[in-house]
Structure formats: structure tokens, C-alpha cells
């Protein structure tokens, strides 16, 4: 089950209005439990959200629509250790909410 926070529903509006996501690759730094990248990965042609916490990455991949399956991934790692030369791809946008 997805649970919308006001703070999450004000920072999706916001990036909405600014952000033209369509067709476009998406890197989600920190993404936690995905209620957000699911959310804007409705418009990307490719996006991954990548997060330290193995639990939190669990439940993103739970909560991810069948219909996103193929453009949608979720990888417990942090940053400093994702490695970028398996993309094959540059993404063409990055996001890093709620993170320290």
C-alpha cells in the first residue's frame, strides 16, 4: 500500500509543474520505499531508483506496477557505490529528496 505524505504530495506537484519527464531516463538518489519514483516513472521512458536500505528497496519493488516492470528498477545501494558503467544510458534526470 503507497502512502501519500502532504509533504509528498506538494513535492510531486512541484516537480511536475518544472520537470518535463516525458520519454526521459531517471536516476532517484535515495528513493526509499519508491512512492515517489513510482509516481514520476509513470512518464520516463527508463528510470532507477537506488537506496541504501534493503527493506525500503523491498518495498518499492512490491509496490511497483506490473505496467512499470520494464522500465522501473530498484537497487539497494548507496551513491557512492552505484556503478554507473552499467548503464548503458546517461541519465538526463537526477533527483536526491529527502536524503542526508
Same mark, same amino acid.
Do not use: Q
Given at each position: 500500500?503507497?502512502?501519500?505524505?502532504? *509533504?509528498?504530495?506538494?513535492?510531486?506537484?512541484?516537480?511536475?509543474?518544472?520537470?518535463?519527464?516525458?520519454? !526521459?531516463?531517471?536516476?532517484?538518489?535515495?528513493?526509499?520505499?519508491?512512492?515517489?519514483?513510482? *509516481?514520476? &516513472?509513470?512518464? =520516463?521512458? %527508463?528510470?532507477?531508483?537506488?537506496? @541504501?536500505?534493503?527493506? %525500503?528497496?523491498? =518495498? &518499492? %519493488? =512490491?509496490? =511497483? @506496477? +506490473?505496467?512499470?516492470?520494464? %522500465?522501473?528498477?530498484?537497487?539497494? +545501494? +548507496?551513491?557512492?557505490?552505484?556503478?554507473? &558503467? !552499467? /548503464? +548503458? /544510458? @546517461?541519465?538526463?534526470?537526477?533527483?536526491?529528496?529527502? *536524503?542526508?
Amino acid at each position: 500500500m503507497t502512502i501519500y505524505y502532504e *509533504s509528498d504530495k506538494k513535492i510531486l506537484e512541484l516537480l511536475n509543474e518544472h520537470i518535463n519527464f516525458d520519454g !526521459k531516463s531517471m536516476l532517484d538518489i535515495g528513493c526509499g520505499d519508491g512512492t515517489i519514483t513510482i *509516481s514520476l &516513472a509513470e512518464g =520516463t521512458k %527508463r528510470t532507477v531508483g537506488i537506496d @541504501p536500505n534493503v527493506e %525500503r528497496i523491498t =518495498t &518499492a %519493488r =512490491t509496490n =511497483t @506496477p +506490473s505496467h512499470l516492470g520494464g %522500465r522501473l528498477e530498484f537497487i539497494d +545501494s +548507496s551513491i557512492a557505490d552505484y556503478s554507473f &558503467a !552499467k /548503464t +548503458s /544510458t @546517461p541519465f538526463e534526470i537526477a533527483l536526491y529528496l529527502w *536524503s542526508l
